[in-house]
Each structure stands twice: as structure tokens, then as C-alpha cells.
């Protein structure tokens, strides 16, 4: 199976900061790679597919970018609806993987 | 955009078997997607179940995999998850997605397994 740890697993930040959310994998993944943003109680929303392509919808301050075995999540201007948990999965092979979160939290 | 939608009882025993449907609408399962389940222990993170094709193909989670089954209906435009034998380690919040990437979520289902 394919590893994936993500740093930092917990992040405190302010309104407008610029925050970057790196996910690290055990082994070449090419670009099949997604990033998703959970908030208590909702099921995670996809933010980020295909390493760097943004979800439509999703506001362009989010962007990622990353190839082989490391990739990143930036948010430019953290906006009061970002704080929650994000996540990294790998869509290379199979089992599908997940990282283990990293949360975002107000300063 | 689909819309994905959990159903199934919420409280199963140990060692019987759980047994959950997604209904799918604004999409036909008859696509270019894999339809997919995945679960969230409570607290926790996000474990992949497995996922099916239109053609019937399925992958599992070899964690799960002898214990787990993914079928679909297209007549209904559903599919099923059934995970047999399950334990107080099964308890979680069960999701269904649409495509590897997950372009779409159900809002997820809580299933406790408890005596």
C-alpha cells in the first residue's frame, strides 16, 4: 500500500494567512492526487484533483501543486469558512489512500 | 453534479453483517466512473472501502477484502455495500462517492456495532 503522511497534522493560522499543507507519499504517484476539506459533521468536499486542478466551484485562493512523491496544498488567503480539516488521497493505486489530516484551527 | 444518498440501519450487532445502499440521481451509474465507499471511524480518518465499475468490476481494500462486497443495480441507479462478521471496530460514519476523486459525496451514514 501506498503511505501517506501529511505536515503539519495541525496548523493555527489567522484570517488572511497564507498556509501551506505538504503530503509526502511512500512511492511514485505520478499526478493522481486529490486534496479535500472536512468540516465537522459534513463529508469531505474535494478541493484539488489531478495534483493541480481546481474543483469547480471551489475559490481560486486554493491552489496545489507537487509531483512524485511530494505534493502541497496552499491556501493564499485564509478566509474564516477554510478552518477545518484537510486531507490527501492518492488515486494512483489500488488500495486508494488517505493522509492522516491535517487541521487547521483559529489563532 | 449527482447527488448521493445513504441508507441502511444504523445500529448492527457483532458478527452479523452490515448491509448499506447509495442512491445515486442526477448521474446514471452507467458512466466513466468507479462509484466508491468509504468510511470514517468516529474521530478519525478517512479509510477507503473499495470501489465498483459500471462493467461490474470491483476493487477492494485488502483489509476489508474478505469481508467485503460492492454490487450495483442499475435498474435502480444504486449500489450496496455489505462488510460480514463485523466488530466494535466497524463502527463509523460510511460514505459513498462518485469517482476516484470524489467529485461527489453522500452526506455519509453513521452505523454502530454494538450488542
Known amino acids: 500500500d501506498i503511505q501517506l503522511t501529511q505536515s503539519p497534522s495541525f496548523l493555527s493560522a489567522s484570517v488572511g494567512d497564507r498556509v501551506t499543507i505538504t503530503c509526502r507519499a511512500s512511492q511514485d504517484i505520478s499526478n493522481y492526487f486529490a486534496w479535500y476539506q472536512q468540516k465537522p459533521g459534513k463529508a469531505p468536499k474535494l478541493l484539488i484533483y489531478?495534483?493541480?486542478n481546481l474543483q469547480s466551484g471551489v475559490p481560486s485562493r486554493f491552489s496545489g501543486s507537487g509531483s512524485g512523491t511530494e505534493f502541497t496544498l496552499t491556501i493564499s488567503s485564509l478566509q474564516p469558512e477554510d478552518f477545518a480539516t484537510y486531507y490527501c488521497q492518492q488515486v494512483d493505486s489500488y488500495p486508494r489512500t488517505f493522509g492522516p489530516g491535517t487541521k487547521v484551527d483559529i489563532k | 453534479q449527482a447527488q448521493l444518498q445513504e441508507s441502511g440501519p444504523g445500529l448492527v450487532r457483532p458478527s452479523e453483517t452490515l448491509s448499506l445502499v447509495c442512491t445515486v440521481s442526477g448521474h446514471s451509474l452507467n458512466s466513466n466512473y468507479n462509484w466508491g465507499w468509504i468510511r470514517q471511524p468516529p474521530g478519525k480518518g478517512l479509510e477507503w472501502i473499495g470501489n465498483?465499475?459500471?462493467?461490474?468490476?470491483?476493487n477492494y481494500n485488502p483489509s476489508l477484502k474478505s469481508r467485503v462486497t460492492i454490487t450495483l443495480d442499475t435498474s435502480r441507479n444504486q449500489f450496496s455495500l455489505r462488510v460480514t462478521s463485523v466488530t466494535a471496530e466497524d463502527t463509523a460514519v460510511y460514505y459513498c462517492?462518485?469517482?476516484?476523486?470524489?467529485?461527489?459525496w453522500g452526506q455519509g451514514t453513521l452505523v454502530t456495532v454494538s450488542s
Open positions: 489531478a495534483t493541480s
Open positions: 465498483i465499475y459500471d462493467t461490474g468490476e470491483t
Open positions: 462517492a462518485r469517482g476516484d476523486y470524489g467529485f461527489d
